[in-house]
């Protein structure tokens, strides 16, 4: 075939001019989407091989090669996947066919006002696939040779990047596609072996493909000439080529599940546990999702990234994917490699997809089961079943016990929050929960200890709300329920308050703070005890009216209590009304 002159889609020349004039801040994803197209190739080779092994030629290994031509200016990114016919580079590299790109064509189009700098953040976040190369290229050659083609079927294809590209045939004997970039003169950096080695190591360390780059060796210059580093032939691959959650889990010790978790964390201690799952069926996802240890100093900013990284198919994409974890799992960490979202995908999108809403809930739910599988093994009290025998702890077992009690102590307060927030999760996380209690001071009480321990007759789980523990065990509040034994839960926790509004019962019990209202201990009183209290009431009658004229405007209402037992008044809130604890902290923060 002769050299043939085509036009771009009206869309591309666009597309084209804002990627040139727009994305200077963010220069190096070009190389981030060209691996990633790399890549993709080899993986389309794979699945058609499947089928005709013959498509491997003499050339099994699949791998890309980096390479830069200080000389020519230009950088090459080579692949031996399944490469192009003729016919596929005027289609694939002329077309916008991705339905992504055009919403996000539409978008920049639309809002005229916005400058140069946000369409570039823009256009960085939403990656613009083969067409970036044209940020430092002003000119790209593509050469190519689809796999099971013959060598004479080879392709070139060139553009300037304005408005058209050229294609000719050539004979490649090599199979696959070479990416021949000609670099702008703003982008000369970028022929540095350093510089590239480090973009690769950013955003593409997990593509499981080898990437290469050739091994560079200091010369000392002859003859007055300076020194410099020259090319030596050899081949090194340059990134870690193993996207460790793509591997089977059976293949994959702890100290790499755990090597990875600091990598990814920056945390120098080990998580407390993860958790690494592929999910099949509408949504397709691999998880593999950390706790860590040790709170973050700034865990109560609520604005704070959440920790886990999103991939579409082993290619990065985004830190920090808020729209990947409720807020109130903003601890965790971790990576969602999805396979069903598009890489140019934004926040934006994200917010909005189905696949992500999916992925959120069953990443929820993954945390959550986690979490119950840590509180399930926290203690091991020894038990000797029925017929004699003792239970055999697993040594996996054994290495959980005390991890829940350590993971409530750093994160439980928030935790607290996703009763408010999470609303179809609520009973899992109620479960979760741990109180200190009249029964102990440690912070181990879950909801469902308290009911099995609950007297006869007792109808509701009894708490109460204080600044510090010590408050809270001498409230004059708890008077009648020590003496009956009755067990109330006591909540120091800043939030415990707020989140107990969204928690009006537990397995069908009432919560009922025992500094609202009048307490009605229903069949816990036994008859003799209610008469007395009501012919007390009588009797004071009196002299609660005299109490109420006293306190007029300050309390609205006295009345004679079975509450307490040693002391002679206490305070009450009205039920439904803000307790004093409530009441207290609004007017710390100035309300
Ligand atoms: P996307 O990767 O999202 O499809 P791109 O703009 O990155 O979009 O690439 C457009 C198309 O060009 C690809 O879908 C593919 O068909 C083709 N292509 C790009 N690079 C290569 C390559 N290295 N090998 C084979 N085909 C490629
Ligand atoms: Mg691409």
Known sequence: MSKQTHSFQAEVAQLLHLVTHSLYSNQEIFLRELISNASDACDKLRFEALNDAALYEDAPNLEVRVAFDAAAKTITITDNGIGMSTQEAIDHLGTIAKSGTKDFMSRLSGDQKQTASEQGQLIGQF????????????????????????????????SGGTGDFEV?????????????????????????????????????????????????????????????????????????????????????????????????????????TWSHNRVEGNTEYTQLLYIPAKAPFDLWNRDKKAGVKLYVKRVFIMDDAEALMPTYLRFVKGVIDSSDLPLNVSRELLQESRDVRAIREGSTKRVLSM???????????????????????????????????????????????????????????????????????????????????????????????????????????????????????????????????????????????????????????????????????????????????????????????TRLVDSPACLVVQDGGMSTQLARMLKQAGQ
Do not use: C
Request: negative net charge.
């Open 127 to 158: 990656g613009v696939g083969f067409y970036s190369g044209f940020i430092v290229a002003d000119k790209i050659t593509v050469e190519s040779r689809r796999a099971g083609m013959k060598a004479e079927e080879g392709v070139r294809w060139t």
């Open 168 to 272: 000719e045939s050539i004979t490649r004997a090599q199979r696959g596609t070479s990416i021949i970039l000609h670099l702008r003169s703003d982008a000369e950096e970028f022929l540095n072996a350093w510089k590239l080695k480090s973009i690769i190591g950013k955003y593409s360390d997990h593509i499981s493909l080898p990437i290469l780059m050739e091994k560079e060796e200091w010369k000392d210059g002859e003859n007055d000439q300076p020194g410099a580093m020259v090319k030596t032939g050899e081949w090194e691959t340059v990134n870690k080529a193993s996207a460790l959650w793509t591997r089977p889990k059976k293949d994959i010790t702890a100290e790499q599940y755990q090597d990875f978790y600091k990598a990814i964390s920056h945390d120098f201690e080990n998580p407390l």
């Open 371 to 561: 979490l119950e599988d840590l509180a399930k093994h926290d203690k091991h009290e020894a038990s000797e079943g029925a017929d004699g025998v003792t239970d055999v702890v697993s040594d996996e077992d054994k290495a959980k016990e005390g991890k829940y009690t350590a993971f409530y102590a750093e994160f439980g307060a928030v935790l607290k929050e996703g009763l408010g927030e999470d609303f179809g999760n609520r009973e899992r996380l109620a479960k979760l929960l741990r109180f200190a209690s009249t029964t102990t001071d440690a912070v181990s009480v879950g909801l469902a200890d308290y009911k099995a321990r609950m007297k006869e007759g007792q109808e509701a789980i009894y708490y109460i709300t204080a600044d510090t523990l010590a408050a809270a065990k001498n409230s004059p509040q708890l008077e009648v329920f020590k003496k009956k034994g009755i067990e109330v839960l006591l909540m120091t926790d800043r939030v415990d308050e707020w989140a107990l509004n969204y928690l009006h019962d537990f397995d069908g019990t009432p919560l009922q703070s025992v500094a609202k209202g009048a307490v009605d201990l229903g069949k816990l009183q036994d008859e003799a005890e209610k008469k007395a209290a009501e012919e007390a009431a009588e009797a004071f009658k009196p002299v609660l009216a005299k109490l109420k004229e006293a306190l007029k405007d300050k309390a609205e209402d006295v009345r004679v209590t």
